[in-house]
């Protein structure tokens, strides 16, 4: 498990019923059963062991993303989470047909270095940061809760970054992260545009697979949506 250096404890933070840390990844079954299940996250992508599907070529991956106002952005003590307030959802691709995913948040995964942070990897090489747009099924479901661990439940889109040019979608959340270094804190951004983290206009080349939330509760039921090209901030906006 990739090393989050950026998260701190607040010593006034108030303790959550269970407690986990990615230094113990290795006993989460023990508190959390889920994660002892057969399709868990993260995995490796070998690319030579993928195989080609055509019919998602029919069926064109579409994500109708609307600019949110007044994104909170959270440290909740292991990621860095924007919650999305306003209506985007996903449809298309590997998904359901007729289904609607709706875009709850997106997650930052990083590591104290630059050469790993990411959950997955590609032939077994990691990335600096790992990013999650993580949707539920507001077509089957009344609430991302209801939704976790159930079948079709949870889609997420990940993004994998690295070390370059700076990023100007990501510029108003990276600014106000030192303001939220101690978990439980929080800003408010003016607005946040998830089309803009979206690497191929095309979105075309991606990697599918079923697995698991890749944190606890690690409930599966999850369809991943992994984009091969990855998107490039600053180091700087890596902090």
Known sequence: MADKSFIKEDSDAVKEELEWGYEEGVEWGLLFPEANGEYQSPINLNSRDALYDPSLLEIHLSPN????????????????????????????????????YELHEVQFHWGRENQRGSDHTVNFKAFPMELHLMHWNSTLYSSIDEALGKANGIAIISLFVQIGKEHSGLKAVTEILQDIQYKGKSKTIPCFNPNTLLPDPLLRDYWVYEGSLTIPPCSEGVTWILFRYPLTISQTQRG
């Not at 600019?67 to 292991?78: A, K, W």
């Not at 989470?81 to 007729?98: H, M, N």
């Open 65 to 100: 993303y609307v600019v949110c106002r007044d994104c909170e952005v959270i440290n909740d003590g292991h990621t860095v989470q924007i919650i999305l307030k306003s209506k985007s959802v996903l449809v298309g691709g590997p998904l359901p047909r007729g289904h609607d």
